[in-house]
């Protein structure tokens, strides 16, 4: 099933190489088709997650193993357990989301919608390999339409330097990754990148705390890079700013998550020493991401700038989770990473698409917006209420979760990110809110009017429902991550099996069910 | 003694004379066509080398020559650059004044000292098929006569090569004056007893040198550009892949039949070497505007990378080296049958000729792109497999020295300032400023033809490496003295 989820864009894709550029329309409908079909079948997933059987790794579900390249033990290994499973519909319904919102190019569609289609495949593929070279080269596979998409697409008058920047800052992340997942793979002597057989492997022979302590700073670094992670951040608002929508939407909204899923999937379990040497060091980086960038978000006064920042704001809380290696942070940060997936997607479609009504991106040159356009604005206050952290959307309950995770190792930190999160996050989105939304209207927007085709509305609907539903019923999300981060964490703390923080009331009530709820 | 051994090089030089015979008889203006009927002739001597597949090693000459897997790999190499390059050559045949059947059977005698060397295990074959290429691509490269910069790429090529093989014949000398050996395992034999012997060393360290010159590797790289943007582009294209590889096949014969411990000794020397020569490669590329300088430059850069491999010292170092060279081969020879095209359109080899390639043929823009990520080792494409191979097996001896870290270190640099001017390229197809010509470019059907090859060998390459991948490991097996 995740085979067919994985394969059915990129298929799409190659057929659509073999269509004449002249029919435009049809490769629009075969990609939203594709996408569409592919959000069906995660749903599906998702869905049928907890009656699913067990795969033969007895931890993963619909799994499926395919020998790739016997020689090296690299395989086509693909499964899903309660970590990935949120990630893959994420993925999915935001690639369809994006599909939905490339009616605005008009130019060179073929290429476009070929890229799209890959993109999506490397991304879903990425979230759901378990095998570390599949895993870099699903993630390459998305990364690279990025780069043209940004160069060929892009807006605004920066988009070469743009592309030139993002292209190489990103490739220096992959590769000083690619470094330690080769690396890893050298040293942990299991002779195969399968990660099932490498996590039964290290359980039994665990790897040279030497050898962790060198191999996990190149996964950091090279993953942090990926995430911006404080202070390799500085690509991503100008990438993002430059990006077209659809693209901007999905790799701020999924394949940025891949770096710190793959710090979550490989370097938790496999250096379960080196994580909690380095967990403070990342707790400490965090603080960078939440309130040096949220400050800078104040600043800006671009939309796309704006939602660029404080989408590298936001990464910080998922590290704090990380950084807690409790699974009470854990599940927090894989709730966030779900959540802000959502969030950002629909953000930059929204920012995307009053760019290309008003023309700017300009805030200053906006105002009334609601007026004039009530559902759209309607949308946009809800996605801004969500980025600062209002309860009700999923972001509150997995920065709230996060936060009761990291409070016992790292108090202080919490209390500043607490602080950063509420008020300084506030300040920049209510403010957003005010001079995009409310006030007079300019003499350019005058003439703005919503569009009366449902089906321009329809991603943004599409991501807003997830946001509200898994907000108020986070125990959607939280029970299935919770299994899958016990396992994660169950070579970090192996002594303290099965929880690690005996405060902690048993899993089947999470603490933060009442708090969820607005 | 086994002459089938033999035949495939025989059945090539039989081929290369009649094609000198054929053209006394043919009219001049059916000469051109001479190149498919090689083109052809390669083919079947390529379908052919297939009968020898499961045949078990062995050698003719008295050891001098080795029919093994790792010769039969590299035979294969060359045949099907080879085919390719000959089918360029009739598309560049406009271009040549006079004597285009010469360029083809010039083109199949440099063929067969590659052959030739792929399967030489002796240092006088080594010579020998050396100088076959050596010479061949003296005339090769200044065929176009009434080009000043074909004459000037001529002339760099002879002196730069006629030194080269001064080294090496001096070199030679020396290694058989200490130890009275040529082939190379009576060398493997003795070379213990002569493991301290500074002249034997000396011997040994000039053969390399020599080398270097085939490899375009420090320290005798400083032809490349030059020779790359003055040749003929059939010629530019032979000299990148074929060239090149008859340099590595001989390189690890030597290194690792003749002398493996001395290899084993001197490894911290080929890791300088390489990381000197990945930078000096990449580094000089940046700032080229003319696209085959630039290929020159990076052909210096992925020598670089290939010695990587071989300074690994391992198994999987000089499979890596193997594998790598199908990538590379399939990538180069897209991205030369594209400028071939254009240039034939467009005067002038400057990067700002390909400007609205994408409007004026999509499947000339779509193939040097992917040539461009495939040398840029991005995936899914052969290139990306080739590096992570190398890279891999480098990290592996990480372990016993410290200075692989540095190598992989350089390399990942090296990576990563490729991008940049491989980037260029694609930038100046896609998103330059338009000319005001657009017309469209025609590209006939065998040249078609060969791009989609080109085009499915690099994604095949990438995507199943698995085959490949094994075949090189059998291959480098015959070099496993560890």
């Not at chain 2, 003749?258 to 940046?286: H, Q, S």
């Amino acid at each position: 099933m995740l085979t067919y989820l994985i394969f059915l864009p990129l298929l799409t894709a190659v057929i659509l190489c073999f269509v004449p550029r002249n029919y435009a329309f049809l490769m629009r409908l075969a990609s939203l088709a594709a996408t569409g079909v592919t959000m069906l079948l995660a749903l599906a997933v998702f869905l049928r997650f907890d009656s699913a059987p067990l795969g033969p790794s007895s931890a993963y579900k619909f799994e499926q193993q395919l020998n790739w390249i016997r020689s090296l033990g690299i395989s086509y290994h693909v499964g899903v357990d309660g970590v990935n499973v949120g990630l893959v519909l994420m993925g999915a319904i935001v690639a369809f989301a994006a599909t939905c919102c490339a009616w605005e190019i008009r130019n060179r569609e073929k290429e476009f919608y070929i890229l799209l289609l890959i993109m999506t495949g490397g991304i879903l593929c990425a979230f759901a390999s378990l095998d570390l070279f599949l895993f870099y080269f699903a993630h390459e596979l998305a990364l690279v339409p990025t780069f043209i998409m940004i160069g060929v697409w892009g807006r605004g008058v920066d988009k070469n330097l743009a592309t030139f920047q993002i292209t190489l800052y990103l490739s220096i992340g992959a590769l000083v990754a690619l470094a330690g997942l080769i690396a890893l793979y050298l040293r942990a002597g299991a002779q195969s990148f399968d990660l099932v057989t490498l996590t039964q492997y290290a359980a039994v022979h665990p790897m040279a705390v030497r050898d962790q302590n060198f191999i996990f700073p190149l996964l950091l670094v090279g993953f942090g890079i990926l995430i911006s992670l404080w202070p390799f951040h500085t690509w991503a608002p100008l990438g993002y700013g430059s990006a077209p929508t659809p693209t901007a939407m999905l790799h701020a909204g999924v394949l940025k998550k891949f770096g710190l899923y793959g710090l979550i999937r490989i370097a938790l379990p496999l250096l379960p020493h080196a994580a909690q040497a380095w967990a403070g060091t990342i707790a400490w980086l965090c603080l960078g991401n939440i309130v040096y960038c949220g400050f800078v978000a104040m600043r800006q006064r671009d939309l796309n700038w704006l939602i660029g920042y404080s989408s590298v704001a936001h990464m910080g809380f998922i590290f704090l989770g990380i950084a807690s290696l409790n699974i009470i942070g854990v599940t927090g940060a894989v709730l966030v990473m779900i959540a802000h997936g959502f969030l950002a997607a629909l953000t930059f479609g929204l920012a995307g698409y009053l760019q290309h009504t008003t023309g700017t991106s300009d805030m200053d040159k906006m105002g009334g917006l609601l007026r004039r356009l009530p559902f759209l604005g309607g949308a946009l206050l809800l996605a801004l209420f969500a980025g600062c952290g209002l309860p009700g959307f999923a972001n509150f309950a997995g920065e709230v979760t996060v936060f009761f995770g990291a409070w016992k190792q790292f108090p202080l930190i919490t209390v500043l990110a607490v602080w950063a999160a509420l008020v300084i996050g506030a300040v920049y989105m209510l403010r957003a809110i005010r001079s995009l939304l409310h006030g007079p209207v300019p003499e350019r927007c005058a003439q703005t009017v919503e569009d009366s085709w449902p089906l321009r509305k329809l991603p943004y609907v599409l991501l807003l429902v997830p946001l509200l539903v898994f907000g108020v019923y986070p125990r959607l999300l939280t029970d299935k991550i919770w299994p899958g981060a016990e396992t994660v964490l169950a070579s970090v703390h192996p002594s303290e099996q099965p929880s690690p923080m005996p405060a902690v009331t048993p899993k089947s009530t999470p603490i933060h069910r009442a708090e969820a709820k607005p | 003694m086994n002459y089938s051994l033999i035949s495939l090089e025989i059945a090539v030089v039989i081929l290369g004379l009649g094609l000198l015979l054929a053209d006394l008889w043919i009219r001049p203006e059916q000469k051109t066509r001479l190149g498919y009927l090689a083109a052809l002739g390669v083919g079947l001597i390529l379908f052919w080398s297939f009968k020898f597949s499961g045949v078990p090693s062995a050698s003719a000459f008295n050891g001098m020559f080795v029919l093994d897997p790792l010769a039969l790999y590299f035979q294969r190499f060359f045949l099907l650059a080879a085919i390719i390059v000959l089918i360029m050559s009739v598309a560049f045949a406009g271009r040549i004044a006079t004597g285009i059947s010469e360029y083809y059977s010039l083109i199949i005698f440099a063929l067969a000292g590659m052959m030739f060397a792929a399967s030489a295990n002796d240092l006088a074959l080594l010579f020998v098929a050396l100088e076959l290429i050596t010479v061949t691509f003296y005339v090769l490269t200044s065929f176009q006569r009434a080009r000043l910069a074909s004459l000037e790429a001529g002339v760099k090529y002879l002196i730069i090569g006629a030194l080269s093989s001064a080294f090496l014949v001096y070199g030679i000398a020396l290694v058989f004056g200490t130890t009275g050996q040529l082939n190379f395992n009576r060398i493997a034999a003795v070379a213990s007893e002569f493991a301290d012997n500074r002249v034997f060393l000396l011997g040994i360290l000039f053969i390399l040198v020599g080398l270097s010159f085939k490899l375009a590797a420090f320290p005798a790289h400083l032809w490349a550009p030059d020779v790359y943007q003055g040749s003929p582009v059939p010629t530019t294209a032979f000299l990148a892949v074929g060239s090149k590889a008859a340099g590595f096949v001989l390189l690890l014969r030597l290194l690792f039949t003749a002398v493996p411990a001395i290899t084993e000794r001197w490894n911290d020397l080929l890791i300088v070497v390489a990381m000197v020569t990945i930078l000096y490669g990449n580094l000089c590329a940046i700032p080229q505007r003319n696209l085959k300088r630039i290929f020159g430059y990076s052909s210096i850069a992925n020598a670089g990378y290939l010695l990587m491999g071989v300074a690994a010292l391992s198994g999987a170092g000089r499979a890596a080296v193997l594998y790598y060279l199908g990538g590379y081969l399939f990538a180069v020879l897209a991205a030369f049958l594209v400028i071939l095209l254009v240039m034939n359109e467009v005067e002038g080899e400057d990067i700002s000729a390909l400007a609205g390639l994408n409007q004026r043929s999509p499947l000339l823009a779509a193939a040097l792109t992917c040539s461009m990520v495939s040398l840029a080792g991005i995936p899914p494409l052969a290139g990306f497999f080739g590096k992570f191979l190398l890279i891999k097996a480098a990290l592996e001896q990480g372990a016993i020295d410290p200075l692989y870290y540095w190598l992989v270190g350089v390399a990942f640099l090296g990576v990563i300032i490729s991008i940049s001017y491989y980037f260029g390229v694609i930038r100046a197809i896609y998103w330059s400023k338009e000319p005001p010509v657009l017309s469209a470019i025609p590209v006939p059907l065998i040249l078609r033809l060969a791009l989609y090859v080109c085009l499915a060998g690099m994604f095949y390459l990438g995507l199943f490496p698995n085959t490949v991948v094994e075949l090189a490991n059998a291959a480098v097996k015959v070099l496993a003295v560890r």
